[in-house]
């Protein structure tokens, strides 16, 4: 099983119900079409891929992934270019370098713990820092869940309806009656 990473460069296509995703992968010396679920990815994002390459008649060298994970890149020019990239609505370019000249190695940390300090970045409201963190809290609540389901044999994408279908009530669903998945 070969392992890529690298930054999504463009989304052709992405199937919302089941996360089925076909991007484009930027590494150091190539591009290359990446095909998988990949359920909230946004162009910008750092991602890793495990899987295979095939070669498709009309399409020529793909990766077929078996797992995708966006990973949050932790310096500087990289975590300004993830935060700029879209991944979180209202933060543009722009307001990413304010963001990270304002709290450079700790943005992060902030954004999970202390989103209220994000007013203190000139162009975010308390509104706004309230919103972004809604944002961060609820890529974090898709991934661990996925984590989570995947723990119990279940795949992506069958993971992605699941959540989408329960969202912030699955851990209850689960607990009251599990078969209600099935």
Do not use: W
């Not at 991007?23 to 990949?38: K, Q």
């Not at 975590?79 to 370098?97: D, M």
């Amino acid at each position: 099983m070969d392992r890529i990473e690298g930054y999504i460069e463009h989304i052709i296509f992405r199937n919302e119900e089941n996360g089925y995703t076909v991007l484009n992968l930027s590494m150091r010396d190539e591009e290359v079409t990446v095909l998988g679920t990949a359920p909230s990815v946004n162009e910008g994002e750092y991602m890793r891929a495990e899987g295979e390459y095939t070669v498709h008649p009309t399409y020529g060298r793909q990766f077929r992934a078996s797992h995708c994970e966006v990973t949050v890149p932790s310096g500087g020019a990289a975590l300004e270019r993830y935060l700029g990239s879209g991944a979180i609505r209202g933060v543009g370019p722009a307001l990413a370098a304010r963001i990270l000249k304002k709290f450079g190695d700790d943005t992060l940390r902030i954004m999970e713990e202390e989103p209220e300090r994000l007013s203190e970045v000139k162009g975010i409201s308390e509104r706004k820092a309230q919103e972004i963190a809604g944002q961060v809290e609820e890529k974090a609540q898709m991934q661990n869940a996925l984590i989570f389901l995947s723990q119990y044999g279940i795949s992506l994408s069958l993971g992605v309806k699941i959540y989408n279908q329960y969202q912030d009530r699955l851990y209850q669903v689960l607990r009251e009656n599990p078969y209600r998945l099935a």
